[in-house]
């Protein structure tokens, strides 16, 4: 063969060539500035204005907290440590963490308590949070109030077992009669619960069952973070459930269960929680029995649970009206009953539709549990304006204590923003 007809061949390369590094300015940091930073003018302008203001706020605040002072026992001694340097004295939150987490009277040998019921907290929440764990485990979430109440309170180990045999009662009623009424199965589930509570405190005296029972804490005892979450993790638990029932029991077709849910939802939502708060502290014990002792933290529970469950189940109201029709006339056409419908179908969309509005009221409740501190309830900014402020050893100190709340709030708040993110994503909530 010539060299003419070799040279005509086509030559076909046997391996790829080696992957070559793109431009330094397509990729990597360069890249990203370009495209989310500076793409435009108006873009970069608003950037390096930006980057200005932070590093203004940084200048002031970064010496403030580098040089702060842990180890001091007063507001005196700290300001002798600075010498005239430009400080924080974080020596008040070494001194009285104890009081801003636990409270000023629950007692420290005790700590062990609430600490070891929040632990439990997230195991008893992670079945209900993260549905892929075993359904197992929902029996220890069921459990987890009742043990959480007999750890922070103490007391006669009754008090948990009657409480958890009303609620049981109650599950029994509403499973056998809501197939007829789901209005009927819910409120009699709560008659029923109450009556057996009733029922049941002739069982309990402040010496019953005295050897197996724990050192008892009185609820005013209560304070602190602690208060906070106590207040929040109950007032939502409680305030989803509810609000179901009074979004379904505000669409229902009986006239009576709909307007008393319509009148219930309007009157509270027209009315501020700081309200509702001086009516829990004063007036709503006289609507128990004149001998009944209601306790101070039930009553808050109740307003706060009623002022959001309102909220919620306007959120969820709305989830309901953005479903098709045609969902509805497909649970017919299955055959389903109401209640069957509503559990199969109708509320799992709906609520995958809510959960924004439902996360939005949860971190605003919780956050408004700091309100409590009106009505001498001594939660952590209670604690901050109450007992520590009024000590002459630390009478002067606002921005640790108050940065500090802050940063715990901030702390639960955003950790429930990211889980409902990512619950988002994983229930696809597009509607698709």
């Known amino acids: 063969m010539s060299d003419t007809q070799q040279h005509s061949i086509s030559f076909v390369r046997t391996e790829t060539l080696p992957e070559r590094e793109p431009p330094y300015a397509a990729s990597g940091p360069v890249k990203w500035m370009r495209e989310?930073?500076?793409?435009?003018i108006p873009n970069g302008i608003l950037t390096i204005v930006s980057l200005y203001v932070i590093y203004l706020i940084l200048a002031a605040t970064l010496p403030w907290i580098l040089n702060g002072v842990w180890n001091t026992a007063s507001l005196s001694e700290c300001r002798d440590v600075l010498d005239g340097t430009v400080g924080a004295c974080f020596s008040v939150l070494t001194e009285r963490w104890n009081q801003l987490i636990f409270g000023f009277q629950y007692p420290e040998e005790l700590y062990w308590r609430p600490g070891l019921a929040f632990l439990l907290l997230f195991v008893a929440a992670a079945p209900v949070l993260f549905f892929d764990l075993p359904r197992k485990l929902l029996i220890f979430t069921a459990l987890y109030p009742f043990i959480a109440f007999y750890l922070?309170?103490?007391?006669?180990?009754?008090?948990?077992?009657?409480?958890?045999?009303?609620?049981?009662?109650?599950?029994?009623?509403?499973?056998?009669?809501?197939?007829?009424?789901?209005?009927?199965?819910?409120?009699?589930?709560?008659?029923?619960a109450f009556i057996v509570w009733w029922l049941g405190g002739f069982l309990i005296s402040d010496t019953a069952n005295e050897n197996a029972a724990m050192q008892a804490v009185p609820s005013r005892d209560l304070g602190g973070f602690m208060l906070n979450m106590m207040l929040g993790v109950t007032c939502v638990s409680l305030s989803v459930p509810l609000g179901i029932a009074l979004a379904l029991g505000r669409q229902s077709s009986m006239p009576l269960i709909k307007w008393i849910c319509v009148i219930f939802i309007?009157?509270?939502?027209g009315v501020p929680l700081i309200t509702l708060l001086f009516v829990a502290s004063v007036m709503?014990?006289?609507?128990?029995?004149?001998?009944?002792?209601?306790?101070?933290?039930?009553?808050?529970?109740?307003?706060?649970?009623?002022?959001?469950s309102a909220y919620i189940a306007e959120v969820i109201r709305g989830g309901l009206a953005a479903l098709p029709k045609g969902q509805y006339e497909a649970a017919d056409s299955l055959g389903l009953d109401y209640p069957q419908a509503m559990r199969l179908i109708i509320l799992p969309q709906a609520l995958k539709i809510s959960i924004p509005g439902i996360v939005n009221i949860a971190v605003g409740l919780f956050k408004d549990t700091t309100l409590v501190s009106v009505i001498s309830m001594f939660d952590i900014l209670g604690m901050i304006r109450g007992p520590i402020l009024a000590s002459t050893e630390w009478n002067g100190v606002y921005w640790e204590l108050l940065g500090f709340a802050a940063l715990l709030f901030f702390i639960v708040c955003y950790g429930i923003s990211q889980y409902s993110q990512w619950l988002e994503r994983r229930l696809a909530t597009d509607h698709r």
């Open 36 to 40: 989310n930073l500076f793409a435009t």
């Open 152 to 192: 922070i309170w103490g007391g006669t180990i009754l008090t948990p077992i009657v409480a958890l045999v009303g609620f049981v009662a109650a599950g029994f009623f509403w499973k056998n009669f809501v197939a007829r009424s789901f209005a009927l199965g819910f409120f009699g589930s709560i008659v029923v």
């Open 266 to 269: 309007e009157f509270i939502r």
């Open 284 to 308: 709503l014990s006289y609507f128990f029995p004149p001998e009944s002792q209601v306790d101070l933290f039930l009553r808050v529970v109740i307003m706060i649970t009623m002022f959001s």
